[in-house]
């Protein structure tokens, strides 16, 4: 069957579309893309401002028309960090099942953890051991640990790249002062929960998911995405030590022609390799490995799981 799965996240709306049944590789076969930023659209008392409510149903119409115009039988929609924190989300809940008749369910942080876990437990499979997975969104992270397809713990912390750059990172290229004040204030974060972790022992395999650590890996020598799903990419917290002072001096512009950095997630990634290398360190880790399966496959698996077999 042909599934599309519609991902209102913080930084961008995506449907993914995949061919797909119980106990097989979902086959990827479109992907319709808008940047959004929800997580910057949000007004000092935390709600999202009416424009940005009307644009968000706009985008939605216009992945609803792409999923129909490619023949997807079922549209798998959820909504993250951006919509979830947001001080008049049932309003825009109400508004957005109105105007394009989706049901649009909000995932828990936690959920987020779990169902990416998912994902990357079955890309790396058994032989992976315990798996530690990090995924930087454009509003939280979440970390998840575990011997199975479920974590035996995960978090969801409120450390996005774009949430940190819109409230701790105003310049362009930022002051230094900002910056140290946000590194202070992610490593303190993070600090909390390590012990949560630790607790169970170390990883197997330490995994990175999301489109922050991809371009990170990216500058820092990995493969290109022309090269395939299946080339291994690594990001060496030695990597991140020497890039984020680079990154620091750096403004939009110049980040935006660093390889396989897109001009609209330039603005983010330093807040992004301050949190990846607050994690890589305070977890004890000298590198991840890059899955390329995160949320949107863990939806898939999830709702394959649940389909009839035979």
């Not at 060496?236 to 620091?248: C, H, I, T």
Request: hydrophobic share 45%; aromatic share 4%.
């Amino acid at each position: 069957m042909r599934l599309g799965v519609l991902d209102v996240g913080s930084n961008t709306v995506h449907l993914l579309v995949v061919d797909a049944h119980p106990g097989a590789r979902p086959l990827p076969a479109h992907s319709h893309k808008t940047e959004l930023r929800l997580a910057e659209l949000l007004d000092e008392s935390g709600a999202i401002s009416d424009a940005g409510i009307e644009r968000l149903i706009g985008v939605i119409q216009e992945a609803l028309q792409a999923a129909e115009d490619k023949g997807v039988e079922e549209v798998l929609p959820f909504a993250t960090s951006a919509v979830r924190e947001a001080s008049n989300a049932d309003t825009v809940l109400t508004r957005v099942l109105q105007e394009t008749g989706v049901t649009l369910p909000v995932l828990t942080g936690a959920e987020e953890a779990r169902l990416t876990f998912l994902a990357t437990r079955r890309w790396f499979g058994w032989s992976s051991g315990k798996l530690l997975v990090l995924d930087i969104g454009g509003g939280s992270l979440e970390i998840a640990v575990g011997h199975d397809e479920e974590p035996d713990a995960a978090a969801s912390l409120p450390l996005g790249a774009g949430r940190l750059t819109k409230g701790w990172l105003p310049g362009d290229p930022p002051d230094s002062s900002d910056v140290r004040a946000l590194r202070r204030h992610v490593r303190t974060e993070i600090a909390r929960t390590v012990g949560d972790f630790a607790r169970l022992g170390p990883p197997d395999h330490a995994v990175a998911t999301s489109k922050t650590f991809k371009q990170l890996a990216r500058i820092a020598g990995a493969a290109r995405s022309a090269e395939g799903l299946y080339t291994q990419r690594t990001l060496s917290r030695k990597a991140l030590e020497e890039w984020v002072p680079k990154l620091a001096t750096m403004n939009t512009a110049q980040r935006s022609r660093l390889p396989g950095v897109s001009d609209g997630r330039a603005p983010q990634l330093l807040a992004g390799a301050l949190v990846a290398e607050a994690a890589l360190e305070l977890f004890g880790l000298e590198e991840v490995e890059i899955c390329p399966w995160a949320l949107r496959e863990g939806v898939i698996l999830r709702r394959l799981d649940h389909l009839p077999t035979g």
